[in-house]
């Protein structure tokens, strides 16, 4: 074992000994050991770990290979899950661009490989402005639930009150990263839903605004895949308290609904994985604002925004940072909110996929989505015992209830997996009040025998339970 006195460790910076020993006087130490005297003895391990033989390459390779033949994932199975992470198609285009040494590096600092980074985040905020039907669009936050966090947070200190109103339909995990984002700055409080339709309850709305209300936020389709067509009348209950509309969007649903500036949002956020993005093992996330270009929202953003301007050189454009002097790079800790990495890569990405589809091609994926996950509903709600939780409208994902079938969504789960498939995301814990109620997902992936499959693996499970014999 090297000693620690005189051994620097050949990846860990500061670990050369007189340059340890230096850090240590200036903080009035003599040993490393000092440094944790305030860890409690009972708390170390006071041994050396026993740890197994070092691999070589080849043995480590194959150990970890064999770790991941372990696991059961939507190339293997019929995919039926989404919640928030969905499986779409990904265009070869979208790795080939993302995977260049140019923007695989696209960090929030300044790598010195840096060909064309800031024009390609521009052009993406250009196209995905576009497609939200928005002017300003920031560089990608890491997920929805942090778009949505900092949304609520900008609406807070534009408003200068405290208090979010969210619907209960909003996915409970991303309540809880909101809550998390937002305390102690903002309260947040629910808004309850229809048992029918899963909307919002209007009437608890106009019951719970009020002159502290910053913001009323809502999705539109939300996480139960519900289209929220009472739009413009939540914005202007919003607006009469003088609060910001903040509307949460799947944006791939763009293509065929409307984008939700047109009924009063004042800022928009989502979730950008739908847009190029595999799935990663519930990775490749990223969210995205967007608002007007007016400087109340502008200054409000506290992450990158990039814009065009023309240099001294007659046709030729620079892009940069716009307002820079408003984030905390520049501010650090007396910045409005503080950001640190963000996910310039997707951002991109997306890019790349938005340019490849046009406004064509994303109502024609939109349209598709529509088509097919009605289809999966209708063949779903004929099985004897299985039906729609909610009427009405809604967009890629539905809520099935199988509260009639005497099984719960864990056995009907774990037999489809038998069967090769993931079956949908199961609400009971999340949604006691509703028994046994699953999400389901259907995007342009699945083909017609896909949902026939489904459909035939539910049925044969539901009439063969003994309680249904």
Not at 210 to 228: H, K, R, S, T
């Amino acid at each position: 074992m090297a000693d620690n006195r005189t051994y620097a460790h050949p990846y860990i910076p500061n670990t050369v000994p007189e340059v340890r020993d230096a850090m240590l006087k200036e903080i009035g130490l003599t040993s490393m050991d000092q440094l944790h005297d305030a860890i409690p003895d009972s708390l170390k391990l006071n041994r050396e770990m026993n740890l197994p033989p070092a691999m070589n390459e080849y043995e480590l390779r194959r150990h970890i290979d064999g770790l991941l033949a372990k696991n059961k994932h939507g190339a293997d199975y019929l995919n039926f899950l989404g919640a928030g992470c969905w499986q779409h198609f990904i265009p070869a285009v979208c790795d080939e661009i993302n995977q260049r040494s140019e923007f695989v590096t696209a960090y929030a600092g300044e790598p010195y490989e840096d060909h064309g980074r800031f024009q390609a985040l521009f052009e993406y905020q250009s196209l995905l402005a576009e497609l939200v039907d928005m002017d300003v669009v920031n560089v990608p936050t890491f997920d929805w639930a942090q778009a949505a966090s900092t949304a609520i947070r900008m609406a807070g200190r534009m408003t200068g009150r405290k208090t979010a109103l969210l619907p209960r339909s909003v996915d409970p995990d991303k309540v809880a990263i909101i809550r998390n984002y937002c305390t102690p700055v903002m309260d947040i409080q629910y808004i309850e839903i229809d048992p029918a339709t899963g909307r919002m309850d209007l009437q608890d709305l106009r019951g719970k605004l009020n002159d502290d209300v910053a913001a009323v936020y809502f999705e539109n389709p939300g996480y139960l895949g519900i289209i929220e067509d009472q739009g413009a009348e939540i914005s202007a209950l919003v607006h009469g308290v003088n609060g910001v509309s903040i509307v949460g969007v799947d944006p791939i649903s763009l293509g065929v609904l409307d984008p939700p500036g047109r009924y009063g949002a004042d800022i928009i956020c989502g979730d950008l994985q739908p847009l190029g993005m595999h799935m990663n093992y519930g990775g490749g996330q990223a969210g995205f604002i967007a608002t007007r270009d007016e400087e109340k929202y502008v200054m409000e953003y506290p992450s990158r925004l990039f814009g065009i301007v023309p240099t001294e050189v007659e046709g030729e454009y620079g892009f940069g940072d716009v307002a820079y002097e408003r984030t905390s790079f520049a501010l650090r800790e007396k910045g409005k909110e503080s950001v640190g990495t963000q996910t310039a890569l997707w951002g991109i990405t997306a890019g790349v996929y938005l340019s490849l589809l046009g406004p064509a091609g994303m109502q024609e994926v939109g349209s598709t989505i529509i088509q097919k996950s009605h289809y999966a509903a209708k063949r779903l709600s004929d099985i004897p015992g299985v039906s729609l939780r909610f009427e009405g409208a809604f967009f890629k994902e539905f809520v099935v209830d199988f509260n009639n079938t005497g099984l719960t969504v864990a056995e009907i789960n774990g037999r489809l997996m038998e069967q090769g498939i993931f079956g949908g995301k199961n609400l009971s814990a999340a949604y006691p009040a509703w028994g046994e109620c699953a999400l389901y997902c259907v995007t342009e992936i699945h083909t017609q025998s896909d949902l026939d499959r489904l459909a035939a693996a539910l049925r044969s499970i539901v009439a063969n339970h003994p309680d249904r014999s």
